[in-house]
């Protein structure tokens, strides 16, 4: 399922104000780590797959640069488990 460039804005929207890494005791949302597009974009590769899958997969394959870059982590790594089922709630009228 193909998302139009604008369900992919939307959905970006979406991701940046909801969903956010934790370190520490500290919540980043990805809209301030610039990490909601290109989540958007993953989800939007695999949206076929149904929310559930999308969203793991989505999350393992987003490599998020750490450390000035010299890392790298999947994104699955750096967000609190609740936030998957958050991220599945938002995907799922996008794989209808």
């Known amino acids: 399922m193909a998302l139009s460039s604008q369900a992919i804005r939307e959905l970006t929207a979406e ?13 980043l949302y990805l809209g301030d780590a610039a990490l909601a597009e290109p989540l958007a974009i993953e989800c939007a590769a695999r949206l076929d797959q149904g929310a559930a899958v999308c969203a793991r997969q989505a999350l393992e394959a987003l490599q998020v640069p750490i450390g000035g870059g010299s890392s790298r982590l999947p994104l699955a790594r ?3 488990p609740g936030q998957l089922q958050d991220l599945e709630d938002l995907l799922e009228p996008y794989s209808r």
């Open 15 to 27: 991701l940046a104000d909801r969903l956010y890494i934790q370190i520490g005791g500290w919540h």
């Open 78 to 80: 750096l967000i609190p």
